[in-house]
């Protein structure tokens, strides 16, 4: 409606209105002189409104039946002032200019409506986040693609990847564990109306987010105490498949790393706090075989060997790693032998 107003003068949208309602709404004038100026100012402020409404009549207005009227204000003047039948009127709320009624006729919608795509979903997966979407079915133009846009961190939000038409879902690879990401969509229209508009692009979905899933697994399999290290073996998922490999690991670094040979990021975002090694004693039982006297093996009635239960304290060694993982929390990864 601003855009008709900007294109419109105040003062002789209000003559227009006093007009038809003293010559059209009376049906009767003054003389020809009357006639043909109200049917010149009528016509000058059809023009206004038919330029005006050719971006205004795919836009919502609560004034729509006053536009109607307005934009049909020259005929109903010819109307007034012959002797011929007044043409049947059109609904109201229509907008009665060309473009209007050849929409019409060609049984497209008077007014644009370009919604967002809706139902945007994410699903956390190892490796990535796969996002999806539905079209919009209260849209009244024809989607002819679609923009997603992801924020990570404290970035900001920015387009990730432009689809075709039929896209319906994204797995996006390109993700960190521990990373949050934001997600949503657009779709994208070439129709004209919008492109003279500036709004090719429909407004954006509701943001999703997510964090993928942990794709690593760590394994604690040796101490050297000597050298302070320890053994352990990564395995990372990388190209949809599970990678596994052994690296040293040594207080105040980071767990894995890139492996130049096969080209696998075997890193994890976790970092090495502190390694530790103890003893802790454990009760354990076994069975022993019986022997006599002399030393021979002892066998019951049916001639099998006779054990008995016996229970012992040992003593073994417990090494602890401990680090923070790719959200900051603290783990421990734990060899007993």
Known sequence: MKLLLDNLDILLF?????TLGAVVGLGIGSGAKASASALERAETSSAALDSALETDRFQKTELATELAGLTNTAQGIRTGWSEGPRPKDLAA????????????????????????????????LVGGIRVT??????????????????????????????LGAEAREYFDRA??????????????????????????????????????????EVALLDWIPAEKRARVMIRKFSDGVWHEKQFDAREDTDLGQKDVGSGVDYRTNCHIQKITSGVEFVEQSRLEVL??????????????????????????????????????QKEKLILKR
């Open 14 to 18: 209000a003559l227009v209105v006093a």
């Open 93 to 124: 709320g229509l907008f009665y200019h060309p473009g209007s009624l050849t929409d019409a006729k060609d049984g497209r919608e008077l007014e644009i409506r370009f919604q967002a795509p809706r139902a945007l979903e994410i699903e956390p």
């Open 133 to 162: 979407w539905e079209l919009n079915n209260l849209s009244t133009v024809v989607a002819n693609g679609f923009v997603l846009y992801r924020k990570s961190g404290d970035e900001k939000s920015s387009a990730l990847v432009k």
């Open 175 to 216: 993700v960190q564990p521990g990373t949050l990401y934001s997600y949503e969509v657009t779709a994208v229209s070439s129709d004209p109306v919008l492109a003279r508009l500036q709004q090719s692009e429909s407004p954006r979905s509701r943001a999703v987010h997510a964090r993928p899933k942990r794709d690593y």
């Open 291 to 328: 022997f006599d006297i002399a030393g021979r093996v002892l066998f019951d009635e049916e001639g099998k060997l006779r054990r008995r239960e016996t229970t012992y304290i040992r003593e073994r060694q417990v090494v602890t790693l401990e680090y923070r993982n790719e959200l900051g």
